[in-house]
């Protein structure tokens, strides 16, 4: 169901207007991925969260908000997060946290980060870009180098820089 949801709302990733779509057009894309009603109620109730928790965060999907350097999206509640890697467009460094959320960055630029738990990384940018990862006090905590996947604890991760 997750890939439906993905697939369905995948056009959505930065584009759009200033503003964000009401409130009932996210419902409507929960509705035609395939979620109950309840599913639907709890993935608004995350975004809610989200957005209440990161100001510059803004919702441009069912599922889906634009962060800056890139985008979001969130795991619908209920659903298997499981372990297979994750699939990442050309160019951008996608992340995979415990809870399922996802995190694409395309910019270069340092971001705040607020996954949590242990996931997966797709590092699909131009070989040879190297991605770093900061601690809360701004310290290199590691790096990798594209073109690389693997899996990481994102708990002590404050900070992405993708290139």
């Given at each position: 169901m997750v890939a439906a949801v993905v697939a369905l709302l995948a056009g959505q990733l930065l584009v759009g207007s200033a503003s964000?779509?009401?409130a009932?057009?996210?419902a409507a894309q929960?509705?035609?991925a395939g979620l109950t009603a309840t599913q639907a109620d709890a993935l608004q109730d995350r975004v809610d969260d989200f957005l209440a928790s990161h100001p510059a965060a803004r919702?441009?999907?069912a599922d889906r908000l634009a962060i800056p350097g890139g985008a979001v999206t969130l795991d619908v509640p209920g659903t298997d997060v499981g372990v297979?890697?994750?699939s990442c467009s050309s160019g951008w460094?996608?992340?995979r946290d415990g809870y399922g959320d996802r995190y694409d960055y395309y910019?270069?630029?340092l971001y705040e980060f607020w996954g949590?738990?242990?996931g997966e990384f797709n590092n699909n940018q131009s070989s040879g870009t190297v991605a770093r990862f900061y601690n809360e006090n701004g310290s290199l905590r590691w790096t990798n180098t594209a073109k690389d996947t693997g899996t990481a604890s994102w708990t002590p991760v404050w900070f992405v820089r993708p290139c």
């Open positions: 964000a779509a009401p009932s057009d996210y929960a509705h035609a919702q441009i999907a297979t890697a994750i460094l996608c992340i910019y270069c630029g949590i738990g242990n």
